[in-house]
């Protein structure tokens, strides 16, 4: 009789697997929440998301612009993303930083690009100017174009033929602190180390698609700084290479060395890369005929530093933040370079090969390991 009656209860009262118990409750209690929320006694939780402003899509674009000049102003992208697409014989200028910019089926147009944290693309565009910073650059299906760039990875091109690669010169005065918020190092730079996906070698082993141009006023002859189209700006913008924020760097269009090999190693103070700033202006202006190859600013760890120079008397001063590389060649390269660190400015904080012959071992350790960091 027992077993009879609860086979009974059972058939009226079935229970609730706890998962659904536990969903019910939720509900309820949000339920319960939203009727206090409006009756005054509680707030509902809000989140930073809530708060922000609708982002209007035609703030970050410019799309069938046809013989205009326009200018994204310091402060008006604030690295969003921004489209530029089926523009022609125009001149476009984004004086800020942005998270991606992508460039479709464009055509005789000069494009300025302030620092990019991403990918800069290119797809379907023909005689154009491109001048960029970025941390990727790629191309495709592109004719003729010219990229002044400071690119932190390897320039790709597909399917681009007629391209020219030059070291982007360039300077205006909220550009540092750009470089900062897109993550980028102007002493990273790789324009001309450009790989192609589709070489058109003919067996040689050398691609057809694209030249290399290693004269540092590459940039300045662009013609971008004519009064009429940035002086009305109230922007102070200059291609010009002495004042250029980015160090001109000849990197692999130069394939015949002239002279010794220097490796110089400056180490940053509370990380900034002033002092080798300073170091390549000084450069520049008191021994011309050496010439800046290329340039890495990298985070070495005491111990891989002293690997590579086979000491630890640095270790104070690379714990203080990335260490900046500069490769110069010419004519006793390696004895002007030491001259110049024992000036006070650099004497506690450069280092300089003592031989040629070091100086390519200590270039390609820390070329090595910038590769391994990257990937």
């Known amino acids: 009789m027992g077993q009879v009656m609860a086979l009974v209860r059972s058939l009226f009262v079935t229970e609730l697997p706890r998962t659904e118990v536990a969903t019910i409750s939720a509900e309820a209690d949000m339920l319960k929440r939203r009727r206090l929320s ?174 290399l141009v290693g004269d540092n006023l590459a940039t300045a002859k662009v013609g971008l700084n004519e009064p009429e189209t940035i002086g009305e700006l109230d922007l102070a913008a200059n291609f010009d290479p002495t004042g250029s924020f980015i160090p001109h760097t000849v990197g692999l269009s130069q394939t015949k060395v002239f002279g010794e090999t220097s490796a110089v190693l400056i180490f940053t103070v509370n990380k900034s890369n002033n002092l080798a700033r300073s170091f390549v202006k000084t450069m520049q202006s008191e021994h011309p005929g050496l010439v800046l190859v290329s340039t890495k600013e990298i985070a070495v760890s005491p111990g891989d530093l002293q690997r590579i120079l086979r000491t630890n008397a640095f270790a104070v001063q690379c714990a203080q933040g990335p260490v900046v590389v500069l490769n110069y060649q010419g004519l006793n390269a390696v004895t002007v370079c030491k001259k110049l660190s024992t000036a006070a400015e650099f004497a506690t904080q450069t280092v300089v090969s003592d031989t040629e012959q070091s100086a390519h071992s200590t270039l390609d350790s820390l070329s090595d390991l910038a590769e391994m960091k990257m990937n």
């Open 38 to 211: 409006s009756s005054g006694n509680i707030s509902l939780k809000t989140y930073s998301w809530s708060n922000r402003a609708p982002v209007n899509p035609g703030d970050y674009s410019y799309v069938d612009v046809e013989n205009k000049t326009l200018t994204k102003s310091p402060g008006t992208i604030n690295g969003h993303q921004f489209i530029i697409e089926r523009c022609r014989n125009s001149n476009i200028f984004l004086f800020d930083w942005t998270d991606s910019v992508t460039v479709l089926d464009c055509t005789g147009c000069a494009i300025f690009v302030g620092p990019c944290k991403g990918s800069i693309f290119l797809r379907h565009c023909v005689d154009c100017t491109i001048l960029v910073l970025s941390q990727q650059f790629r191309t495709r299906d592109c004719r003729r174009i010219a990229a002044y760039i400071c690119c932190a990875t390897q320039p790709i091109i597909e399917n681009t033929v007629g391209a020219k690669f030059a070291c982007l010169q360039v300077n205006y005065p909220e550009l540092e602190d750009q470089m900062k918020s897109a993550g980028l190092s102007a002493f990273n730079n790789n324009w001309s180390h450009v790989h192609d996906f589709t070489p058109n070698s003919e067996g040689l082993g050398t691609s057809h698609n694209y030249l």
